[in-house]
Nanobody
Framework: QVQLVESGGGLVQAGGSLRLSCAAS????????MGWYRQAPGKQRELVAT???????NYADSVKGRFTISRDSAKHTVYLQMNSLKPEDTSVYYC?????????????WGQGTQVTVSS
């Protein structure tokens, strides 16, 4: 199994910045992609940003130009730099990883980290 541990959430004012980190640990796997999703109360979980093993990135339209996803492949770690935060960004942010074990594809999810943006 692959375990994901997030850090970096917190409380900021509108217009501020936060940087989220997520580290994957385990053995016998290779990463296909990592990324971030978020889920606010009463809403479905939605994609925020992903990055593949080749470095290709994908962003939700609502965060383009404000958020940047990056990776450290050697450390199996993904980051989300969040700038110009808005109250509507308030959510629990979940790290995700798609990986292979013995040629079988799996998804893994972190426990989530709270991001709160005040007006």
């Amino acid at each position: 199994q692959v375990q994901l541990v997030e850090s970096g959430g917190g409380l900021v004012q509108a217009g501020g910045s936060l940087r989220l980190s997520c580290a994957a640990s385990g053995s016998g796997f290779s990463i296909n992609a990592m990324g971030w999703y978020r889920q606010a109360p009463g809403k479905q979980r939605e994609l925020v940003a992903t990055i593949t093993s080749s470095g290709t990135t994908n962003y939700a339209d609502s965060v383009k130009g404000r958020f940047t996803i990056s990776r450290d492949s050697a450390k199996h770690t993904v980051y989300l730099q969040m700038n110009s935060l808005k109250p509507e960004d308030t959510s629990v942010y979940y790290c995700y990883a798609q990986y292979l074990r013995f040629s079988v594809r799996f998804d893994s999810w972190g426990q989530g980290t709270q991001v709160t943006v005040s007006s």
